[in-house]
């Protein structure tokens, strides 16, 4: 068995060393691709001997394989390791309203995507089968072999058990075992966190917030939440509720929301109260884009809000003023409270785009301490709905890494292993 020829040749490092390098040497390559030898090894700061051996063992797990040879830097040349071809990774974005599944190769690139709508209020068997479903169609898509599986689903995940604890108006989803729910299914680690969190994990990735150890993302969608990352780790909190700034109070006397208190953020701005704004705007006549819509819709939604804004429509903008303001207290404090790198505001409502972000940039700069704004860039999110996906795909890469290379595993593995 060549787990225990390691453990042997290899006294002096411990069991959780060896495979802790191993998941750092895949997420090194996940995170700047194909290296040579040398170069992973003097990344990681790992002696070439035992970088061969680890190489192997993975190799031998299929999942990293040759890539050629490394230009030559005189001596000999040095060979090119990647991750493996056909690894795959799938990331889930369940929000309240749509669910959104991508297949992903290592890198957490994405092959193949697919997005349909879907009232979260449903329940859970009913969400996760059409998760299951639509999975299976992207994996026919972009086929090869499943590793992990990440979720996010729009409410206070409790990320150690892998369920919903408590989420206000989703009956029956309260401590439903998601995450092992899934992994019967689907044989492999499965990962459950809170959407807001995987799409700030996205957009650290494969965003405007690359490589960035400290920024906040926003998002504002049918609800608002908030992804706090901190030295590059996100911050959840001791429940898994941390960032869930939508039911920050603003006012006393606000309007009723979802959550059964008055004078929420979300109560304000959330997806649900924009329509809701905008259907009385329509009907009392000042907005006439808005009244047109409606008479061609009969319903309103948050994007028409977005359309008549691009119409230049002035009581629309004043909607967007008004909401941008709100969301900018709330931003405002937090950057006193965090003090981020970056702020990113991402979901459907971010599509209200430059009228939103310079509401938000004015209230933010003129209400932090000059020395948290002093250089702090306020920007809208570029993923266009795939920071979930992608976050979801990454936070999944992580822990597929690491079930992959811990002894339980390694020892468990296939005799010819
Ligand atoms: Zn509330």
């Avoid at 892998?162 to 689907?186: K, N, Q, S, T």
């Avoid at 680690?189 to 150890?213: C, F, I, K, Q, Y």
């Avoid at 008004?322 to 937090?334: C, E, K, M, T």
């Amino acid at each position: 068995m060549f787990w225990h020829q390691v453990a042997l040749t290899r006294q002096d490092a411990t069991v959780e060393e060896t495979s802790g390098s191993r998941a750092r040497l895949l997420a090194a390559l996940r995170d700047d691709g194909p290296a040579s030898r040398v170069e992973l090894g003097e990344r990681l700061g790992v002696q070439r001997t035992r970088l061969a051996a680890e190489l192997a063992s993975l190799e031998r797990y299929g999942l990293v394989e040759p890539a050629g040879h490394a230009a030559s830097r005189g001596g000999r040349r040095s060979t090119m390791v990647r991750l493996a071809d056909n690894l795959r990774l799938v990331g889930v974005d369940v929000g309240a309203t749509s669910i959104d599944v991508g297949v992903t190769d290592a890198r957490c690139e994405v092959l193949a995507h697919a997005s349909e709508p879907c009232d979260i209020r449903q329940g859970p068997m009913p969400v996760l089968g059409r998760v299951l479903a639509m999975t299976a169609t992207v994996l026919r898509d972009a086929p090869g072999r499943l590793v992990g599986v990440g979720i996010g689903l729009p409410g206070p995940v409790s990320y150690r058990d892998g369920m919903l604890v408590a989420p206000p108006i989703m009956p029956g989803w309260d401590r439903f075992p998601v995450r092992d729910h899934l992994a019967r299914r689907w044989g492999c680690p499965v990962v459950v966190d809170n959407d807001v969190n995987v799409m700030a994990l996205g957009e650290r990735h494969a965003g405007v917030a690359r490589s960035l150890d400290d920024f906040v993302f926003v998002k504002v969608g049918t609800g608002i939440g908030c992804g706090i990352v901190v030295s590059g780790q996100v911050y959840r909190g001791v429940q898994g509720a941390a960032g869930d700034i939508g039911h920050i109070r603003l006012a006393d006397d606000g309007p009723v929301c979802s959550c059964g208190e008055v004078g929420c953020l979300e109560a304000y701005f959330g997806g649900a109260a924009l329509a809701r704004d905008a259907m009385a705007l329509a009907r009392s006549g000042r907005s006439p884009v808005l009244t047109q819509l409606l008479e061609d819709h009969k319903e309103l939604a948050a994007s028409d809000v977005a359309t008549a804004v691009a119409a230049g429509d002035g009581a629309a903008v004043g909607l967007v003023r008004d909401g941008g303001r709100r969301l900018g207290q709330v931003i405002a404090s937090l950057v006193s409270f965090v003090n981020p790198g970056m702020v990113v505001i991402g979901g459907g409502v971010a599509g209200l785009g430059h009228q939103l972000l310079s509401e938000v940039r004015s209230v933010v700069y003129r209400r932090s301490l000059p020395l948290a704004t002093g250089n702090l860039p306020i920007v809208l999110s570029e993923l266009e709905g795939k920071a979930g996906v992608i976050g979801a795909a990454w936070s999944a890469s992580d822990r597929a890494f690491q079930a992959v290379t811990t002894s339980d595993e390694a020892v468990a593995a296939p005799a010819q292993l």
